[in-house]
């Protein structure tokens, strides 16, 4: 019989030094990043901060679809995927000091530019500093009432059992994602796309997010397996790290399917406002990271995963895990930089700011998991993920 021991996260003192100490550095980095190079500086900060925006974001789309579909496997690592839902509140706080920045990185905010292109002059009413803000104020409102109510009902569930809270998640998770689908591939326009206003894309959105899911996977198969090694969640076993890897393994298809059709429809059309993008990004400067960014996103996890022993192997997954974490940063560096650099270069800032994020992201996946129970302990279909089986 499995042992179910759902204590809350005790961190330790040097874990707590460690994840303090990288967010001071992100902060220091911010100042420095002002004062001597402001726009490489804002640069990668959205960089960083949309790829652990984009781990918050897909984790809470992970979470609703398996409160739509009933799902019982997955309350074994429902917490986990909490967890990272709840970065999302730090990264609205985030966004929001990004607004003091959109003006040194959008070209859409310099109005001569917007007018010396007959393509951008339709472009010119949505394009705007004022619009800008109050899309990405519209779009974290929404995400962020969605989280707190999900993550409270889950959490209150704790206390009182039942299947009242249980059944109330479901409506909600139908009507985030009806208002998702649109907002998110508004704000993927906004915060990446844009950077290039010429360039049109109709599948820009879903690229951006099936990327996005991708990479919440990885985050969730890897802190799943260190809170293992700290003595939490024995209630997950090979089974639960099986679908966890199918997951892994299927969205590395759905991504690569995504961005083929995304390149078959910009190659066969060949419209100068499309071509653009990959034509920048097949310089010599970055052509090799062009080749490498589908190996590690999609050829090598489907490679390493398609053995069933390989989704099994908990330590073996959390190996791919990581490369398709480097391939979730890959990605979003190859789809931001060539629009300021006509070479791949990492910097400084880059450092910085990648261990200042992920310093914060580490505080709020901690903080949340310090709060509440490892595992939820009263939901209704506990059952089910204490005796899952996979084959």
């Given at each position: 019989?499995?042992?179910?021991?759902?204590?809350?996260?005790?961190?330790?003192?040097?874990?707590?030094?460690?994840?303090?100490?990288?967010?001071?550095?992100g902060?220091?980095?911010?100042?420095?990043?002002?004062?001597?190079?402001?726009?490489?500086?804002?640069?990668?900060?959205?960089?960083?901060?949309?790829?652990?925006?984009?781990?918050?974001?897909?984790?809470?789309?992970?979470?609703?679809?398996?409160?739509?579909?009933?799902?019982?496997?997955?309350?074994?690592?429902?917490?986990?995927?909490?967890?990272?839902?709840?970065?999302?509140?730090?990264?609205?706080?985030?966004?929001?000091?990004?607004?003091?920045?959109?003006?040194?990185?959008?070209?859409?905010?310099?109005?001569?530019?917007?007018?010396?292109?007959?393509?951008?002059?339709?472009?010119?009413?949505?394009?705007?500093?004022?619009?800008?803000?109050?899309?990405?104020?519209?779009?974290?409102?929404?995400?962020?009432?969605?989280?707190?109510?999900?993550?409270?009902?889950s959490?209150?569930?704790?206390?009182?059992?039942?299947?009242?809270?249980?059944?109330?998640?479901?409506?909600?998770?139908?009507?985030?994602?009806?208002?998702?689908?649109p907002?998110?591939?508004?704000?993927?326009?906004?915060?990446?796309?844009s950077?290039?206003?010429?360039?049109?894309?109709?599948?820009?959105?879903?690229?951006?997010?099936?990327?996005f899911?991708?990479?919440?996977?990885?985050?969730?198969?890897?802190i799943?397996?260190?809170?293992?090694k700290?003595?939490?969640?024995?209630?997950?076993?090979e089974?639960?790290?099986?679908?966890?890897?199918?997951?892994?393994?299927?969205?590395?298809?759905?991504?690569?399917?995504?961005?083929?059709?995304?390149?078959?429809?910009?190659?066969?059309?060949?419209?100068p406002?499309?071509?653009?993008?990959?034509?920048?990004?097949?310089?010599?400067?970055?052509?090799?990271?062009?080749?490498?960014?589908?190996?590690?996103?999609?050829?090598?996890?489907?490679?390493?995963?398609?053995?069933?022993?390989?989704?099994?192997?908990?330590?073996?997954?959390?190996?791919?895990?990581?490369?398709?974490?480097?391939?979730?940063?890959?990605?979003?560096?190859?789809?931001?930089?060539?629009?300021?650099s006509?070479?791949?270069?990492?910097?400084?800032?880059?450092?910085?700011?990648?261990?200042?994020?992920?310093?914060?992201?580490?505080f709020?996946?901690?903080?949340?998991?310090?709060?509440?129970?490892?595992?939820?302990?009263?939901?209704?279909?506990?059952?089910?993920?204490?005796?899952?089986?996979?084959?």
């Amino acid at each position: 019989m499995t042992k179910l021991d759902a204590k809350k996260f005790e961190p330790s003192a040097g874990t707590n030094s460690l994840v303090m100490g990288l967010m001071g550095l992100g902060v220091v980095t911010f100042g420095a990043g002002l004062i001597m190079n402001p726009v490489r500086a804002w640069q990668a900060y959205l960089v960083y901060h949309t790829m652990f925006l984009g781990l918050g974001l897909g984790a809470l789309f992970f979470l609703v679809v398996h409160y739509l579909a009933g799902a019982g496997w997955n309350v074994a690592v429902r917490r986990v995927t909490e967890s990272l839902v709840s970065y999302v509140f730090f990264a609205a706080v985030f966004s929001l000091v990004f607004l003091f920045g959109v003006s040194k990185i959008y070209p859409w905010t310099n109005h001569a530019f917007m007018e010396s292109s007959h393509i951008l002059h339709g472009k010119i009413g949505y394009f705007g500093t004022m619009f800008f803000s109050a899309r990405v104020v519209l779009f974290f409102a929404v995400v962020m009432f969605f989280a707190w109510r999900l993550l409270a009902n889950s959490t209150q569930q704790d206390e009182e059992g039942g299947v009242e809270l249980r059944n109330a998640q479901k409506p909600l998770s139908a009507m985030f994602l009806v208002l998702f689908a649109p907002l998110f591939t508004m704000f993927a326009i906004d915060t990446i796309k844009s950077l290039d206003p010429k360039w049109f894309s109709t599948m820009f959105g879903v690229y951006v997010f099936i990327g996005f899911v991708q990479g919440s996977v990885a985050a969730l198969i890897i802190i799943t397996k260190m809170l293992q090694k700290h003595g939490y969640l024995g209630v997950v076993n090979e089974n639960h790290f099986h679908d966890m890897g199918k997951y892994l393994i299927g969205f590395s298809i759905f991504w690569a399917y995504i961005g083929v059709s995304q390149y078959l429809l910009i190659w066969y059309a060949n419209l100068p406002e499309e071509t653009g993008y990959y034509l920048q990004r097949q310089v010599p400067g970055w052509v090799g990271w062009t080749i490498l960014l589908p190996i590690v996103r999609f050829v090598a996890p489907f490679l390493l995963l398609l053995p069933m022993q390989a989704k099994r192997r908990s330590n073996y997954l959390v190996k791919v895990a990581y490369l398709v974490m480097f391939g979730c940063w890959l990605d979003l560096f190859w789809m931001i930089m060539p629009n300021f650099s006509a070479s791949f270069s990492v910097s400084i800032w880059d450092f910085g700011f990648a261990l200042g994020f992920l310093g914060f992201f580490a505080f709020a996946v901690r903080r949340f998991l310090a709060s509440h129970n490892t595992v939820p302990v009263k939901d209704p279909f506990l059952h089910e993920t204490l005796h899952h089986h996979v084959y």
